[in-house]
């Protein structure tokens, strides 16, 4: 057998890459058709979206939805072998991104109604109510709150001031229809994807590894295309805000990475990890007397920057309050790993005759869960350094989506944006995450695990942590050095 030939059998995804973007059109093509039908669509019902192909019935829907998903995701694994051999360019990436984000960003949402939950923000603010203070119920009965997933109708915003204020000025700038909102919050999100867009290559070209894979995870899989252009997720403005945070660091800025950082946690919080991890590295070879200054900047300078953006946005500090963190933690949802172990744990005491409460055991997992990821972070901070920055801010983030209380699946963008970057790139659990993860709520936006789905779930989550443990695959991955300088 020649090289050839045995090269085409090893590398059977091994053709154009033009292929397997127009195989990815095709699934996003066919995900937009049936977006109308069984997507998140606006409510009542009679609120139609402006695209609104008729596809039959609900089950016919659903296998034409969950076939083209399909083939988005063979598309993308595609495009993904492409990449691993660097043949994935910036400017291929965004025709791609083109193609594949057109229609999802024409289409009705697909596995979330969270941007609802920002329109409904943007117009308390609107109306003149404070919505740290009161919640969407108090816009009264429309398609607004029709629309909102119904355990956030009566919640207070759990986001910071910075995106409070953005959710203000797009409603202001945007007419009253449902539909409109939706697109002009798309339309911000793409602010996040173009910072993505910018600074994932340049750090994994710092880093010495393909700046299109990084792509390729961050904007381009399932689970970012879903997240950041059809749902709109603040998460996205969010993890690229960071990211170029961090590409300012690592190039010698690392009061104004800080400054970024802290910009970024008025969206969502978990951007100050990187505070503590770009702070850390820079520790590592500086004489004893400038460390004292490193930490005193990375103590005042990210309250200074929270406080000016909180007061200048005028909403107060009710965002920061212990019942506003605890927002995002109040739905206990299977599709969360600690709530799989804990439910699983439960059931197995009471199996043996131990009748305690169910309640009791889970808030216990989460509490043990919690103490581990601290515990486990606290290691990364001590193995941080200049050359491993970026790589250690993506596990802490990772990490600490994995133990939350509560996890959605565009959460674990946080961290692998981050960890494609880096060598860490070449992982194939992050391939499998960015791939399927978005696939744990459907189509509505309604969890696809519940009732005894913790049989399944819990023991999956266990397995894959006695896995992880018993191979000496994890001294790999926080030991790991991505630049040697």
């Known amino acids: 057998m020649t090289t050839t030939a045995a090269r085409a059998r090893v590398d059977p995804l091994a053709l154009p890459l033009a292929l397997w973007v127009g195989l990815g059109t095709i699934g996003a093509l066919g995900i937009a058709l049936t977006s109308s039908k069984i997507g998140s669509v606006p409510r009542p019902p009679g609120y139609r979206w402006w695209l609104d192909v008729p596809t039959g019935s609900y089950d016919v829907a659903h296998l034409f939805f969950y076939s083209s998903v399909a083939i988005l995701l063979l598309g993308w694994i595609g495009v993904g072998f492409q990449a691993r051999h660097g043949r994935l360019s910036v400017a291929g990436a965004g025709r791609t991104l083109a193609l594949w984000g057109g229609p999802l960003f024409a289409a009705a949402p697909v596995f979330s109604r969270d941007v609802y939950s920002y329109i409904a923000q943007g117009e308390l603010v609107r109306h003149g109510f404070n919505p740290y203070l009161v919640a969407p119920r108090a816009l009264g009965p429309g398609p607004v709150l029709s629309s909102i997933a119904v355990v956030w109708r009566d919640s207070t915003s759990p986001y910071?001031?910075?995106?409070?204020?953005?959710?203000?000025?797009?409603?202001?700038?945007?007419?009253?229809?449902?539909?409109?909102?939706?697109?002009?919050?798309?339309?911000?999100?793409?602010?996040?994807?173009?910072?993505?867009?910018?600074?994932?290559?340049?750090?994994?070209?710092?880093?010495d590894v393909d700046g299109g894979v990084p792509l390729w995870f961050g904007v381009l899989s399932p689970l970012a295309l879903f997240s950041a252009i059809s749902s709109a997720h603040n998460d996205t403005l969010m993890i690229g805000l960071s990211s170029l945070a961090l590409l300012v660091g690592i190039r010698g800025s690392r009061r104004w990475a800080i400054v970024l950082l802290s910009v970024a946690a008025t969206i969502k919080l978990p951007a100050l990890a990187g505070v503590v991890f770009v702070s850390a590295g820079a520790l590592r070879d500086v004489p004893p007397s400038r460390r004292w200054r490193i930490i005193g900047e990375a103590i005042a300078l990210p309250p200074l920057v929270i406080a000016a953006v909180t007061e200048l946005v005028g909403y107060g500090w009710g965002w920061l309050s212990p019942s506003a963190l605890r927002i995002p933690t109040e739905l206990r949802v299977l599709t969360t790993p600690v709530v799989s172990v804990g439910k699983l744990g439960a059931t197995t005491?009471?199996?043996?005759?131990?009748h305690v409460s169910t309640s009791a055991i889970v808030t216990a997992t989460q509490y043990v869960s919690e103490l581990a990821a601290v515990a486990l972070a606290l290691v990364l901070v001590a193995r941080t350094r200049k050359t491993n920055t970026v790589r250690m801010t993506g596990l802490a983030l990772l990490i600490v989506v994995v133990a939350s209380p509560t996890v959605w699946p565009w959460y674990y963008l946080w961290g692998l944006s981050l960890l494609a970057a880096t060598s860490a790139q070449r992982s194939l659990f992050m391939a499998w995450v960015a791939g399927l993860a978005m696939l744990l709520v459907g189509p509505g936006g309604t969890p696809m695990i519940g009732g005894n789905g913790f049989y399944a779930s819990g023991p999956l989550v266990l397995a894959g942590l006695i896995w992880f443990w018993s191979r000496d695959h994890w001294r790999t991955i926080f030991d790991g050095v991505d630049r040697v300088e």
């Open 160 to 207: 910071g001031p910075l995106f409070v204020a953005l959710t203000h000025v797009t409603n202001l700038l945007t007419p009253s229809s449902l539909i409109v909102q939706v697109l002009a919050y798309r339309t911000l999100g793409l602010i996040g994807v173009v910072l993505l867009m910018c600074t994932l290559p340049a750090l994994a070209r710092h880093f």
């Open 349 to 354: 005491l009471h199996a043996i005759g131990l």
